[in-house]
């Protein structure tokens, strides 16, 4: 069995939910972990969390709507925190490739959202893109214990890699792995420790090899976990059981 580890089921419009996580249980892909990524969305994650058996939900706030994280949200963010199947707190991060929110801004809010997961004892799910520096720098001013965060869709080079590993933290990697190009994660992928690492679709994005460019679906996360095993030249029923026990270890989910 695998667990897509970061999906936003509330961004599949006009998709039937219970089809689409029947599909995934048919490919083997037991639990999903939906996650959001503003106020609204972390409510539906909330929802979807209550209304599926296999479904858990991480709230937060993305860096695009860093400006929204004032104490009203926080507050907000608290409650839904607390709710039964909320595993983490995320999608919360920076984003230094659109710098849709200024970026002083965006620190302040990943900072004030970490500072939230470590007083609910809550692990965080972080986005990270072309902000790697700042990220790490913000992780230890906030002082994320190891195993307490993920770099979700890791973007980075090996010697990030390193880094984050040092640190005793997790990356996520989805379908650009099948991608043709996929050269730099591929090293990454290598030198991954396997109890490092998770799996995600992102859906509806991302897609991987031969549905590229189509929305994604979590019945095709095998697709990403048997790329995985290819490259690191093990089976897949071995990417299978490390990546579970990683999901119980982190999310304190017991599947």
Partial sequence: ?????????????????SELIEEAQ?????????VGIDISSSHLAVDF?????????????????????????????K?????????A???????????????????????????????????????DRDAHEDVVKILKEASVSPGRALIHCFSGDTDFLNEIINMGYYISIGGPVTFKNAKK??????????????????GPYLAPHPHRGKI???????????????????????VEKVTIENVLRFFGIGV
């Fill in 49 to 77: 969390a209550e209304k599926y058996a296999n479904v858990y939900a991480v709230v937060g706030v993305h860096p695009h709507e860093a400006k929204s994280v004032d104490k009203k949200a926080l507050k907000e963010l």
């Fill in 216 to 238: 994604n679906r979590p019945a095709w996360l095998p697709l990403i976990a048997q790329k995985i095993a290819d490259i690191k030249g093990i089976s897949l029923a071995e």
């Fill in 79 to 87: 409650m839904l925190a607390c709710k039964p199947k909320v595993v």
């Fill in 1 to 17: 069995m695998l667990v897509d580890t970061h999906i936003h089921l509330d961004l599949y419009k006009d998709t039937d939910i």
């Fill in 185 to 202: 994660t591929v090293e990454v992928i290598r030198a991954v420790p396997l109890e490092r690492l998770f799996l995600e679709t992102d």
């Fill in 89 to 127: 707190i995320g999608e919360i991060g920076l984003d230094y490739y659109r710098n849709l929110s200024p970026r002083d801004v965006q620190k302040k809010a990943f900072l004030r959202q970490l500072n939230l997961a470590k007083g609910l004892d809550l692990p965080v799910v972080v986005h």
């Fill in 26 to 34: 048919k490919n083997g892909v037991g639990f999903l972990i939906d």
